[in-house]
């Protein structure tokens, strides 16, 4: 299992819905949709959607794979309780233990680049033991070169607004994550701060329970993106929201329509890979909704005239097994 996701109600004193997409590895697509209150917590809904997929599907082994909005020490107990495997992320700056003893274990990285349509990502990971709990620590290389431009950034912008004066700077907790304070009201930036900050550069830290190197959990933890991706394609592209219903029996059609959406978008871009092909969403919506047929009158005839599909539309097409009729056929025989 890789995830759960949730659509959350605008207003939580009516009974619009929450749904959790659950992915398995193995099958690398969405199975099934589950529903809560909109108000419902995110870190309560991981639990009930393993146990039921479990059931469900008769899955006997199970990796969890989840980021750390879903995670709190109830769920990894609940984890452990049933013996699953999981690679969860960490609060790397928040938990204690791991911003002072992991991060600051001296064993070597391990490296890995990855080339993905023609850019390539440098990742490093290794294995931190530390109170019979399994940490991965990951640093991306091209994210720690963002980080620190952006750090960069924002000492320069502060260099220039403390020349100018301090007072803005007393509601921006941007801004003051890298500041002391050297008087009543007055700032000044702070070096340590700065120093503190650099270390989590690229960094993602992740506990797992598994046996797998460093490496392949990392690559395991960052098929989220997959996850991600789905989110904001039910929310944007699929126009899941808003969601104009009332009745929990409409919200529950509409949000059930979206996952359909998503499923066969997902068997369209299967099938779409099998040809060796990539097909872009967006262009392959357009091109479809651009095939238009036009019936039109001579001589007593009536012909029907379909338009010539665009690339995407034929990609697709072709992928879904659909022969288009004639360029040109006659209308009484239709």
Not at 33 to 47: F, K
Not at 114 to 136: F, H, P, S, W
Request: overall charge positive; aromatic content about 6%.
């Amino acid at each position: 299992m890789r995830s759960t996701w949730a659509f959350h109600s605008a207003s939580e004193s009516e009974s619009l819905g929450v749904t959790a997409s659950a992915s398995t590895i193995a099958v690398a697509g969405d199975v099934a949709a589950r529903m809560w209150p909109g108000n419902t917590a995110d870190v309560t809904t991981l639990i009930p959607v393993i146990d039921r997929l479990r059931r469900r599907f008769a899955i006997a082994r199970v990796c969890v794979v989840a980021d750390r909005g879903m995670i709190s020490a109830e769920t990894v107990a609940e984890l452990e309780a049933r013996r699953l495997l999981y690679i969860l992320g960490v609060r790397e700056r928040s938990d204690k233990l791991v911003r002072e003893l992991v991060l600051e274990d001296a064993a070597p990285f391990v490296p890995l680049a990855i080339n993905k349509r023609g850019k390539q990502t440098d990742y490093e990971a290794k294995t931190v033991m530390l109170a019979g709990r399994r940490y991965i620590v990951c640093r991306n290389h091209q994210e720690a070169e963002n980080d620190a431009a952006d750090r960069a950034s924002i000492v320069a912008a502060l260099e220039r607004q403390l020349a100018k004066g301090d007072k803005a700077l007393v509601g921006n907790t941007g801004y003051r994550r890298y500041l002391k304070t050297i008087s009543d009201q007055h700032f000044a930036i702070d070096p340590d701060k700065i120093a503190e900050d650099n270390k989590f550069d690229g960094i993602f830290v992740l506990r797992t329970n598994t046996d797998l190197n460093p490496l392949a959990a990392m690559l395991c933890y960052k098929q989220l993106w997959t996850v991600e991706q789905t989110f904001r394609t039910a929310k944007h592209l699929l126009s899941t929201r808003p969601i104009f219903h009332k009745l929990d029996e409409t919200i529950r059609g509409h949000v059930f329509c979206s996952f359909l959406a998503l499923v066969l978008k997902k068997a369209l871009e299967d099938r779409i890979a099998a040809l060796g092909r990539l097909g872009s969403w967006p262009e392959t919506i357009a091109d479809l909704d651009s095939l238009t047929e036009t019936e039109i009158a001579h001589d007593s005839k009536r012909f029907i005239v379909r338009s010539a599909p665009r690339p995407a539309a034929s990609l697709a097409l072709r992928a879904a097994g659909v022969a288009l009729p004639p360029t040109v056929r006659d209308a009484t025989a239709s």
